[in-house]
């Protein structure tokens, strides 16, 4: 599963990048996916919409509806 999140986050990178930041993962703990918002995310205050909204969403739509995904 964890290759999926990746290939996931792969396909979500450039729309990040657009806006100065990029995402990397972290870890996996169970259906937790940890993230690190880098770059412009790591300070924007739409951090939460963009980690929740867009990047859970898309994860629970491309790789399982039971994940959740956690900034750290």
């Not at 990048?17 to 790591?42: I, M, P, R, S, Y």
């Amino acid at each position: 599963m964890e290759e999926k999140i990746k290939a996931a986050l792969d396909q979500l990178r450039p729309a990040i990048q657009g806006h100065g930041g990029d995402v990397e993962f972290v870890a996996l703990e169970g259906n937790t996916v940890k993230l690190h918002l880098v770059g412009h995310c790591g300070s924007c205050p739409y951090a939460m919409m963009t980690l929740k909204n867009g990047i859970e969403a898309a994860l629970r739509e491309q790789v399982s509806p039971n994940l959740t995904v956690e900034r750290v």
